[in-house]
């Protein structure tokens, strides 16, 4: 049975474990480290005014071996994946599990979504519509071809075609209240986050149970995405840099849970301990990127009660995802993605070095509090070398060239390399290729990786103002 008060209960508990309402006192580690990444930005930054030669273009240097050394760190934690063995079958036993779908105007995608849940190998024991108002046909699509209906505010019955698939009609007010009022109606011991425009591999249910039952202190886990554009040139262009973006930074989500520091989940196919999640508090609606805040709030709360709460990124558990296909819609991904990062760092900021949170707080925190200022880094680095190309400054450009040069050759090295792993890791299902993946690494510097920095700096504008929403 649903909870007779769901948000009035998950509202208590996420005011009673998330930081931002009882702010504790930061912490010297924490002070230090983020001054430290502020110090470095300005005496950079006056440094390319200042500085002669190459070491005017020191904010470049600093980028390119930052990010260097973020690949030598995955490199290093995934070195375990170049023989890997495939894993045995799986089983469809486990855990009970529903699949939480959070729409808002997906009418062209949510048929899709639903019938590749129905194939699966270990089909979820409830699906559940969470519609978060929307206007355009999905209520027709719901009624139409699965018998659904429910008045605004309330929940279908089952379907008759497909047992278990219900409807949760709800006015407009965001994808984490949506999934908090669903939550209510979930009685399985895991549940799953589906993205509308998100489409399960016939496996992926049976290895987030397989994953849940063989770790009790599993909370959170994510599955493995790749990304699917239009079939347009501009579609098709954004999809083959994300391709490779995504094997980059799901690789970086295996090496970061091997140090049991994972904090990124995706949530547009994500699974969770319920009793876990009811008891932190649900989704945090004010968050630009609910999925992220919460596992650093499971986390948080394993760490100060004791308890072996964990989260990992699965290999065997794949699907295919909607990604932005225009200039416009990636640039607004990313500023929210990134407004959220900077909000949740923010409201955590306590954890930023702090050993009781072991290596999450004295490894992957601090990390994130650099990556605070990566795209800022990145964008004044382009902005001075086409000052130096446009003023001519030959006797900067050639040093720069060559620390350019060198990046490029260990991006290929990298991507190469990472390809096998990824291949490895999936069970040999990654749709990539070696000769597009080190054309992407030699275009990405001067093309995509720019734009990832831009809508990053513009997710700076959303932290500050507090401009938020669900695109």
């Not at 990832?452 to 500050?464: D, N, Q, T």
């Amino acid at each position: 049975m649903p909870d007779s008060e769901p948000g009035a209960s998950l509202n208590q508990a996420l005011h009673a474990h998330s930081p931002r309402w009882t702010p504790p006192p930061t912490p010297l580690a924490s002070m230090l480290i983020h001054g430290a990444v502020l110090l470095l930005w300005m005496a950079l930054f006056a440094n390319a005014f200042l500085g002669r030669g190459i070491t005017g273009w020191s904010v470049g240097i600093v980028y390119i071996g930052y990010d260097t050394a973020l690949l030598a760190f995955t490199f290093w934690q995934t070195w375990p994946l170049r023989n890997l063995q495939q894993p045995a079958p799986l089983n469809s036993s486990g855990p009970t599990v529903s699949v939480i779908i959070a729409a808002y105007n997906e009418a062209d995608a949510l048929a899709a979504t639903i019938a590749a849940l129905t194939r699966q190998t270990s089909p979820p024991d409830a699906i559940l519509i969470a519609d978060d108002g929307s206007t355009d046909g999905t209520a027709a699509l719901l009624q139409r071809q699965y018998g659904l209906a429910a008045p605004l505010g309330a929940i279908s019955a089952e379907a008759a075609a497909i047992p278990g698939l219900r409807w949760l009609r709800l006015p407009h007010a965001g994808k984490a209240a949506a999934l908090n009022q669903a939550l209510a109606h979930v009685c399985t011991e895991l549940f799953l986050t589906v993205d509308a425009d998100t489409k399960l591999e016939p496996d992926a249910i049976a290895a987030m149970r397989a994953a849940f039952a063989a770790s009790p202190g599993l909370v959170a886990a994510t599955g493995v995405l790749t990304p699917i554009c239009g079939n347009a040139a501009g579609g098709r262009m954004f999809q083959w840099f994300q391709t490779y973006e995504y094997v980059r930074n799901f690789l970086s989500r295996y090496a970061w849970g091997r140090m049991d520091a994972l904090l990124l989940i995706s949530g547009a196919f994500a699974g969770f301990r319920r009793a876990a999640v009811r008891t932190v508090g649900g989704f945090d609606p004010d968050c630009l990127v609910e999925d992220y805040e919460l596992i650093h709030r499971l986390r948080r709360y394993g760490y100060l009660h004791g308890l072996n709460w964990h989260s990992e990124a699965l290999g065997s558990a794949r699907a295919t995802t909607a990604v932005p296909d225009s200039t416009l819609r990636f640039l607004r991904q990313r500023r929210r993605w990134f407004g959220g990062f900077l909000q949740t760092q923010f409201w955590y900021r306590d954890m930023v070095g702090n050993a009781r949170y072991q290596r999450l707080g004295t490894w992957m925190l601090p990390v994130k509090a650099a990556d605070t200022m990566q795209p800022i880094y990145g964008v004044f680095a382009f902005a001075l070398l086409l000052f130096y190309i446009f003023t001519g400054k030959v006797a900067v450009l050639i040093p720069v060239g060559g620390f350019i040069l060198g990046k490029i050759i260990l991006d290929l090295a990298f991507h190469a390399w990472s390809i096998r792993l990824y291949r490895n890791w999936t069970g040999g299902h990654a749709r990539v290729s070696f000769f597009w993946a080190l054309l992407a690494a030699i275009i990405e510097p001067f093309s995509f990786q720019l734009l990832r920095h831009l809508g990053a700096s513009w997710g700076w504008v959303s932290f500050v103002t507090g401009k938020q929403g669900w695109n």
